[in-house]
Each structure stands twice: as C-alpha cells, then as structure tokens.
Nanobody
Framework: QVQLVESGGGLVQAGGSLRLSCAAS????????MGWFRQAPGKERDFVAR????????YYADSVKGRFTISRDNAKNTVYLQMNNLKPEDTAVYYC?????????????WGQGTQVTVSS
C-alpha cells in the first residue's frame, strides 16, 4: 500500500514563500512520476506541477510558471514544491499524487492534502 503524506502548508502573506513536502512510502518511489494538484473552495482540483521519475523533466500550470518549482529526492522518497511570490489566488488545499506507469495521465495514489492560505 502506497502512502503519501504532505506537509509544509500554512498561512503566509502575499509575496511570501512556502515549501511543501510529500513523503512517500514504498521502495519504488523512484520509478514513478509525481505531481502536485490543488483545490480551492468550491472549485475543481487543478494540476499544478509534475516531475518525471528522475527529475529530468518538469511541467507546470501556466498560473504557477516562474513562481513554483517542483523537485524530488529519490533517496528520501520525497517530492517538493517550492512556492515563491505567493498570491491570494494560490490559496487551496495542495495534494501530491503518484502518476500511473501504465495509464497515461492517471494518478493512482493521493495524499490527504495540506492547506495553503495566502493573505492579501
């Protein structure tokens, strides 16, 4: 059973920074692409960023390009999301997820989420 546990959320003023972490259980973490998503109140869950299994490729939603950076440490089974220049519209619950090896675009496992609140 794969478990993903996010941490690092909190309350920050606009323009500030936070770094989210997602710790994964299991020995095969380094085999999988990982993603970050977010869901604001009353809205659907949106893609934020994705990183390939070895960290060689990254992808971002247009809304976060240039402000957020996804990275991973396979030795620690952890994926990170560095968020800079935060805006009130970044307020959401942030989730990490493990991408399927066989079903393109499908994320099989999800964490419980961590709340990020950006005050204006």
């Amino acid at each position: 059973q794969v478990q993903l546990v996010e941490s690092g959320g909190g309350l920050v003023q606009a323009g500030g920074s936070l770094r989210l972490s997602c710790a994964a259980s299991g020995r095969t973490f380094s085999s999988y692409a990982m993603g970050w998503f977010r869901q604001a109140p009353g809205k659907e869950r949106d893609f934020v960023a994705r990183i390939s299994w070895n960290g060689g490729s990254t992808y971002y939603a247009d809304s976060v390009k240039g402000r957020f950076t996804i990275s991973r440490d396979n030795a620690k089974n952890t994926v990170y999301l560095q968020m800079n220049n935060l805006k009130p519209e970044d307020t959401a619950v942030y989730y990490c997820a493990r991408r399927s090896l066989f079903n393109d675009g499908v994320y099989e496992y999800w964490g419980q989420g961590t709340q990020v609140t950006v005050s204006s």
